[in-house]
């Protein structure tokens, strides 16, 4: 069964600090993973696109890296801010006519001023 | 380039009506997914649409849920003889399509259905 698991749930720390969020996928065969950022009743903005090919991709604080084989992706934030607070979610695609995303249930980040 | 829109934004049905929620991919995308995010839930998949074509709606429950991506108009969900439990936040992705950067999918606000 194909599933994404987001460690921390929760997470909450001062401005101003580097972090990292944590997301694993069991079945390895991904054909590229997306991190999203939800804000409170609002939709999902895309941050990075990783290709099962690429090891990391950068934007801006943002640095998220890809171990396939290890099924694993981490999304580094740089000098963290109150504006950064919101849910972080993490999703992989398998491609072809499986063309939908599998979700992790997210970490909520709440950067304290 | 507009993004990903849908509407209503937010719709209350009574127990029993039904419910029709409305996806306009991003100009140029041809590939449309319905998702569901119930409270305190993560987003799981629905349905995969293609113009006129269900690619894959494994995700979509068998009573009462519906879905067509017509030639021309938006991209529609229908709920018929809503329940309680179809209260939730669903959104509607769209991209260019399956393979490399065109893959990448980006995501409508979502309409918010409360069944009373």
């Known amino acids: 069964k194909q599933e994404v698991t987001q460690i921390p749930a929760a997470l909450s720390v001062p401005e101003g600090e580097n972090l990292v969020l944590n997301c694993s996928f069991t079945?390895?065969?991904?054909?590229?993973l997306q991190w999203f950022r939800q804000d409170p009743g609002k939709g999902l903005t895309s941050l990075l696109l990783i290709q099962s090919s690429q090891r990391e991709q950068t934007s801006g604080r943002l640095n998220a890296s890809l171990d396939k084989s290890s099924g694993r992706s981490t999304l580094y934030i740089a000098a963290s801010q109150p504006g950064d607070s919101a849910t972080y979610l993490c999703a992989v695609g398998y491609g072809g006519s499986q063309g939908n995303l599998i979700f992790g249930k997210g970490t909520k980040l709440s950067v304290k001023p | 380039n507009a993004g990903v829109m849908q509407n209503p934004r937010h719709l209350v049905r009574r127990r029993g009506q039904e419910a029709r929620l409305r996806c306009s991919p991003m100009k140029g995308h041809s590939h449309v997914y319905w998702y569901r995010q119930l409270p305190e839930e993560g987003l799981k998949f629905m349905v995969y649409l293609q113009k006129e074509n269900i690619i894959d709606e494994s995700g979509m429950p068998k009573e009462r849920f519906s879905a067509e991506f017509p030639k021309e108009g938006p991209s529609i969900l229908r709920i018929q003889q809503v329940v309680r439990g179809d209260s939730a936040a669903y959104f509607c992705?769209?991209?260019?399509?399956?393979?490399?950067?065109?893959?990448?999918?980006?995501f409508g606000p979502g309409t918010r259905l409360t069944v009373t």
């Open positions: 079945d390895s065969a991904i054909y590229n």
């Open positions: 992705a769209s991209s260019h399509g399956t393979s490399g950067s065109s893959y990448e999918q980006y």
